[in-house]
């Protein structure tokens, strides 16, 4: 087990009419035995990124940057070589809409059975009830068809198919969507579970609750860059970027102040700081780029941090 390092991740997608700045300069590293949750709102790259990471975007991407684990470089890797080497063996996806990923005529335990055929030789081949267990679920869950299964239930055969594997690193996009809160209990703990078993998991979710409760660090991104990083109880109980205070502010428990404005258009990203038409705290400075500077291990990319 070795470890992601992303160094300077950017990806621009090409339209007809516009370019779309959607993940700019991201770097990041994540070890075994780790929870990293990437927050942020609805379209600032988050999927985007994870897209990259195991080489799921369309033609009109470009990529730039690193990603390396150990020697191998996801970004430059070429197809055939993340579906050998990577995809589901060193990193498991569950996909931000399982239900959706899921085949609608074949049983949950045909999906299974057949990803688990592809990823292990028959005499180390773990059963299928074996995997489903460590994903919750019980093995008759696994008979039945996709649209039996209720958003908790998907959400866990889409966890049981990334860990068929065995992968040291797990991404889950938005695990807790939909769930109720004795389902978000129950993921909260498989996660943590995974993690003390020394695996790796980026958790990609709007949900700061969960995040608080499942992650070692946490990574807050706008307009696809990363503008806080640091461990996750200084991030939520003091965030150093306007922009993840404004997060924080904004829960119920908290000063329950939604950020004023709306994010940036990436056709159409300010220049200078993106978030500088929404913050209070923006100077001329503000014109300049922030980069993100990290002290006592705790990165921030703001020139004004509270
Ligand atoms: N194939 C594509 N072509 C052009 N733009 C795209 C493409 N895929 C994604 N985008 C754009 O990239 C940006 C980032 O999208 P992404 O799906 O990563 O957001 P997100 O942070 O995951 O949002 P959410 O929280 O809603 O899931 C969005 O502006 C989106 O419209
Ligand atoms: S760099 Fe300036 S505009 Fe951007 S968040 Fe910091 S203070 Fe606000
Ligand atoms: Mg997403």
């Known amino acids: ?33 780790e929870c990293l949750a990437l927050v942020g709102e609805s379209g600032c790259g988050k999927s985007v990124l994870a897209s990259a990471l195991l080489g799921f975007l369309p033609g009109n991407a470009e990529v730039a940057g690193s990603a390396m684990l150990g020697p191998l470089d996801l970004l430059a890797a070429s197809d055939q070589v993340l579906s050998q080497q990577v995809r589901g063996r060193q990193i498991g996806l569950v996909p931000q809409s399982p239900a959706a990923h899921l085949t609608p005529v074949r049983t949950a335990r045909a999906q299974l059975d057949e990803a688990l055929r592809h990823l292990h030789p028959a005499e180390t081949r773990p059963s299928a009830d074996e995997v489903a267990k460590r994903a919750g679920l019980q093995p008759a869950d696994l008979d039945l068809y996709p649209h039996q299964l209720s958003g908790g239930m998907a959400q866990r055969v889409a966890t049981a198919l990334a860990l068929a594997g065995d992968p040291w690193m797990i991404i889950a996009d938005e695990p807790t969507t939909g769930l109720d809160r004795a389902l978000v209990d129950a993921l909260v703990a498989e996660l943590r579970l995974l993690v003390a078993d ?21 990574a807050v991104m706008y307009a696809g860059r990363l503008v806080e990083v640091g ?62 500077t990290v002290l006592n291990g705790h990165a921030v990319a703001c020139h004004n941090p509270c």
Not at 11 to 18: E, I, N, Q, S, W
Request: charged share 20%; with cysteine.
């Open 231 to 292: 461990p996750a109880h200084e991030v939520l109980d003091s965030p150093r970027h306007p922009y993840a205070r404004g997060l924080v502010d904004s829960l119920p428990d908290r000063a329950f102040t939604p950020i004023r404005g709306l994010p940036p258009v990436l056709t159409d990203l300010p220049p200078g700081c993106a978030f500088g038409p929404r913050c209070d705290r923006v100077t001329a400075e503000c014109s300049d780029s922030p980069q993100l």
């Open 198 to 218: 020394g695996r790796a998991v980026l958790l990609i979710t709007h949900d700061l609750a969960a995040a608080r409760r499942v992650a070692d660090r946490i």
């Open 1 to 33: 087990m070795v470890g992601l390092t992303v160094d300077s991740l950017s990806v621009r997608f090409t339209l007809p009419d516009a370019r779309v700045a959607a993940v700019s300069d991201v770097s990041f590293s994540l070890a075994p035995g």
